[in-house]
């Protein structure tokens, strides 16, 4: 069962920060009350047809003036954030951040609770047009595809999972007249904005690939000894 899992891993958190008995029951009931809640919520959760949430109330209503920015960033996604982040270090640029979406909170940082955050409303609820070769097994031949609606985008659906595009990928984009594109160029940028830790120090890792020190903190989810 998820839920057992995760409140035991909380149980081990807060025993290694050495909380109190009384407070770490306090703490785990917070949470079962917590996980219950958003997940009995998602049974409940109707897909989005159309975007009228986001439509001006009242029309005549003079737009509000929030001044004058050097740089503006649509969208606080997993790319949105970092790159809103790196051009807030110009002390003297003005950084605006547009995001439709809510911020996390204490249930969408479970990464084992992924499946019950994309029945929310930090989904965007969208699918695919019907495919003639996948997506067979559903309705219409058609797939859902979950993009996240929250600052942290995706990645407050996908339990945290970070992984690279295949090198093969970028050099065929490349090869089609995409000249910047090939892993080889692209590589530098993945390097810049990686913070990886090896926290498990009997898995090879190629340090040509790996970098530390910047945003994006990687690494292993788990791993069972021997």
């Not at 008995?21 to 997940?39: M, Q």
């Not at 029945?119 to 595809?145: A, E, I, M, R």
């Not at 945290?160 to 940028?189: F, Q």
């Amino acid at each position: 069962m998820i839920v057992p899992v995760a409140v035991a891993t909380l149980a081990l958190w807060c025993m290694c920060l050495g909380a109190r008995s009384d407070n770490l029951e306090k703490t785990i009931k917070s949470y079962e009350k917590l996980i219950s809640e958003h997940r009995e919520a998602a049974k409940h959760w109707k897909v989005p047809t159309d975007n009228q949430e986001f439509k001006p109330s009242d029309a005549s209503q003079e737009p509000t003036d929030f001044g004058t920015f050097d740089m503006i960033v649509v969208g606080s996604g997993s790319a949105g954030s970092v790159l809103a982040s790196r051009l807030s270090e110009v002390e003297d640029w003005r950084i605006l951040v547009i995001e439709a979406g809510n911020f996390p909170n204490e249930f969408t940082a479970i990464t084992r609770m992924g499946y019950d955050v994309i029945l929310s409303d930090y989904n965007w609820g969208y699918y695919s047009v019907p495919q003639n070769t996948s997506c067979q097994g559903f309705k219409g031949s058609v797939c859902p595809h979950p993009r996240g609606k929250g600052v942290g985008g995706t990645s407050l659906l996908n339990a945290l999972i970070y992984v690279r595009g295949n090198r093969h990928d970028y050099k065929r984009w490349c090869e089609m007249g995409n000249p910047g594109w090939c892993y080889e160029d692209v590589l530098p940028y993945f390097l810049n904005s990686e913070d990886y830790y090896h926290n498990y120090p009997e898995a090879p890792v190629d340090p040509e690939y790996h970098s530390s020190g910047e945003q994006f903190k990687i690494q292993r989810g788990y791993h069972e000894k021997d």
